[in-house]
């Protein structure tokens, strides 16, 4: 059998009140969900779950929104952008994060996590900063290949 390369896992709805993905055990209706529908994080770790939880529910737009237009992955072509993020949340078991370490500041806060997919894992040292008072996911480093 030729395998099958179209996305064919459907879209992840957002279920108001299941656990939600950051692990807070909190429903996800009282914990990302405000983030996701346009609430500002009040730090880079609120930010830092609310992304990971966007990525696990196919939230793209929350990705999007929330990367600084310095990060190697910003493009003007938003379309095909969006694409991607469903495509790889669509392919993607999200099973668990863990934070390390998260080191605030002013302007420039670094949070450390692992995040557990269903096929591997992966460290990263994620660079925030704000800009006009709203944080924003500069870009990432990756300490430890644990792929
Ligand atoms: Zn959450």
């Known amino acids: 059998m030729i395998k099958n390369l179209c996305y064919d896992t459907p879209m992840k709805k957002p279920s108001p009140n299941t656990p939600c993905p950051c692990g807070s055990g909190t429903k996800y209706k009282k914990c990302c969900q405000p983030y996701h529908r346009g609430a500002r994080p009040a730090d880079a770790l609120v930010l830092m779950k609310s992304r990971y939880s966007a990525y696990a529910l196919g939230q793209s737009r929350y990705i ?7 990060n190697p992955d910003y493009t003007e072509d938003t379309t095909t952008w969006l694409a991607e993020i469903e495509a790889f949340s669509g392919q993607t078991e999200f099973r668990r994060l863990e934070i390390f370490e998260f080191v605030d500041g002013d302007e420039e806060a670094f949070v450390t996590f692992r995040a557990t997919f269903g096929d591997g894992a992966m460290v990263e040292q994620s660079r925030f900063v704000r800009e006009g008072g709203k944080w924003l996911y500069h870009s990432g480093e990756f300490p430890e290949n644990s792929g």
């Open 64 to 70: 999007i929104a929330t990367t600084h237009l310095d």
